[in-house]
C-alpha cells in the first residue's frame, strides 16, 4: 500500500525544525500553499457542473509528444478561475513585493474575456500574448504570470485528477520532461520508497525510480533518471547531482551537462515520511542557491529561485 502523504503544514513544520533558517519564507507561503492545496477537492463539483468535456487521452498523440491539453482551451471554466481566484488571491497580494498589484489583479481576474484568454498561455506558451496583458492591466509579466499560475493552477489540478493516470501506462507511456497534461516542466523530482509486501514478495521492490511533479498542475510521471527533462539527452554522464555532504536528508540537485539545466530531487529512501511535493519544492531553496553559484539553471523558474 502506497504510503500517504504529509500536508502542507506537516511538510513545511518538518523542513523548518530541519532548517530554521528558512522558517521566515516558509511562514510567509504557507498561507498560500495550504489554501491552494485544499482547492482541487472544494473545485471538483463546479467542474462537474461546467459541462466541460474532458478531452480523451490519445496515446498517439502521447508518443508524439503532445500533452493531454495541447490545443484544448480552458473556456467554460471561468467560474472555477474566478472561485481560485477569490480564495488565493487575498494570501497571494499577502506576500512581499506582490501587494502594490492587489488592485490591478483582482480587476483582472473578475473579467472572463481577457482573464481566460491570459490563462490558456499557460498551455500556449505564448509570451507574447502574456506579456501584452501584463501590459493593459500594468503589472510586470513575471508578476501576472505567477498569478495565473497560482490561481489557474488548482483548476488543472481539478482537471487532472479526473484521469487514472493513463500517462504512465505502457507501452504508451510517456516519455518527455514535461507535464502529460499541461506542458509545464516540473518544479521538484523524486525518487520513490522501497516496497515492501509480506504476503507477496514479487511485489516488493528496491525503490528508486524517479517520478516529475509538475508545478502548475501537480500531474506526476515516471522518467527516465539518466535523461535530462529539458534537453532530452540520455546517457552516461549526462546528469550529475549536487547535495550537502552531511544531513542531506535525500536532497539533492539533479543537473544535466549538457544543457545545464536542473531539477530540485528529493530521494524518499532517504526520508521517514511523504512529502507534499509543493512545499518540497519551496523548502530545497537552499539548494537553488547553491544551483545558481554554479551557474545552472533551473527547469522551472520559480518566486523562490530567482537570484
Not at 8 to 22: C, F, K, M, N, Q
Not at 128 to 134: F, M, N, S
Not at 239 to 253: A, Q, T, V, Y
Not at 293 to 302: D, E, N, R, V, Y
Request: hydrophobic share 40%.
Amino acid at each position: 500500500m502506497a504510503e500517504s502523504r504529509q500536508s502542507v503544514s506537516e511538510t513545511l513544520a518538518g523542513i523548518a525544525e530541519h532548517r530554521p533558517v528558512l522558517a521566515p519564507v516558509l511562514n510567509a507561503f504557507a498561507p498560500l500553499l495550504e489554501a491552494r492545496s485544499a482547492l482541487p477537492e472544494k473545485l471538483s463539483p463546479l467542474l462537474e457542473e461546467s459541462g466541460f468535456v474532458l478531452p480523451p487521452w490519445q496515446p498517439e498523440r502521447a508518443q508524439q509528444g503532445a500533452p493531454l491539453l495541447a490545443g484544448a482551451s480552458l473556456n467554460g471554466l471561468f467560474p472555477l478561475v474566478r472561485e481560485s481566484a477569490d480564495t488565493l488571491l487575498p494570501l497571494l497580494e499577502a506576500l512581499p513585493g506582490m501587494n502594490g498589484y492587489a488592485d490591478a489583479l483582482s480587476s483582472f481576474f473578475q473579467k472572463e474575456e481577457p482573464c481566460m484568454r491570459a490563462a490558456d498561455t499557460l498551455l500556449t506558451g505564448h509570451e507574447t500574448a502574456l506579456a501584452e496583458a501584463a501590459e493593459r492591466i500594468q503589472v510586470p509579466p513575471a508578476v501576472l504570470l505567477f498569478a495565473l499560475e497560482v490561481v489557474v493552477g488548482p483548476v488543472l489540478h481539478a482537471l487532472a485528477a479526473k484521469y487514472d493516470a493513463p500517462w504512465d501506462e505502457r507501452p504508451s507511456s510517456w516519455m518527455q520532461g514535461f507535464c502529460p497534461v499541461c506542458g509545464s516542466f516540473p518544479s521538484i523530482a523524486y525518487l520513490d520508497k522501497r516496497v515492501f509486501d509480506e504476503k507477496n514478495a514479487f511485489l516488493a521492490g528496491g525503490g528508486g525510480k524517479k517520478h516529475l511533479h509538475c508545478a502548475l498542475c501537480g500531474t506526476e510521471w515516471h522518467f527516465r533518471r539518466g535523461a535530462c527533462p529539458s534537453c532530452g539527452k540520455e546517457g552516461s554522464g549526462v546528469m550529475e547531482f549536487l547535495r550537502e555532504s552531511e544531513g542531506s536528508r535525500g536532497e539533492r540537485i539533479d543537473w544535466c551537462t549538457k544543457c545545464r539545466s536542473y531539477c530540485p530531487t528529493v530521494d524518499l529512501r532517504e526520508r521517514d515520511g511523504t512529502p507534499d511535493m509543493d512545499a518540497m519544492a519551496l523548502g530545497m531553496m537552499h539548494m537553488d542557491i547553491v544551483a545558481s553559484q554554479k551557474g545552472l539553471i533551473p527547469l522551472k523558474p520559480s518566486f523562490w529561485n530567482q537570484f
